[in-house]
């Protein structure tokens, strides 16, 4: 069993997104990339018979006026392009409430259930809350399954992927139930 889904694993550990730098962290370094754009492009401009602009010529000691003309107008693009940035990041609406942090699980669990529907040939049972008891069941043996999968994933997984798994049995439960449309919801 532990083969067959171990593809299904591999995905889950490589989709575990890197953390995204903030919109705030987004716009400081545009901001910096834009003032080192103006400020070279400024100087350069001000000063072009000071720097040593040779540097920039592909053949000899003396750049050729294309060459600056050239580097100066990157120069502008690259400023121009970080303020257009800066201008949409900051327009932009942030996201709403906490991020998904299982949403590489979610995407595992149509996999789940096809997993189980070839097992076992029969189609998954949404899970659903038993009241006196506090726990989860099913009307067939998919939760059961499910839930073996996820002790899986929570002991052998790295700690970087552990954070995209549901962290409690009920957690779980939850997560498998939002795979199934709202009007299966009654039971």
Request: proline share 8%; aromatic share 10%.
């Amino acid at each position: 069993m532990r083969g067959w889904l171990l593809g299904d694993f591999y995905y889950l550990h490589t989709d575990v997104p890197d953390k995204q730098p903030t919109r705030e962290e987004q716009i400081k370094r545009l901001k910096q990339l834009r003032e080192a754009a103006t400020n070279l492009h400024s100087s350069i401009n001000i000063f072009w018979d000071v720097w040593p602009l040779n540097l920039l010529g592909p053949d000899g000691p003396f750049a050729t006026d294309d060459m600056t003309d050239q580097f100066t107008a990157t120069l502008q693009l690259l400023a121009d392009t970080a303020a257009g940035e800066i201008q949409k990041l900051a327009s932009r609406k942030s996201r709403r409430g906490r991020p998904r942090k299982n949403e590489p699980f979610r995407q595992l669990t149509p996999r789940l259930v096809r997993k189980y529907k070839r097992l076992t040939n029969e189609p998954a049972g949404r899970p659903y809350s038993l009241p006196d008891s506090g726990s989860y069941g099913s009307g067939d043996s998919f939760y059961p399954f499910a839930l073996a999968v996820w002790r899986c994933l929570r002991e052998n997984v790295p700690d970087e992927a552990r954070a995209a798994i549901p962290s409690t049995e009920g957690g779980l439960a939850e997560e498998l139930i939002k795979h199934w449309p709202e009007q299966d919801s009654k039971r």
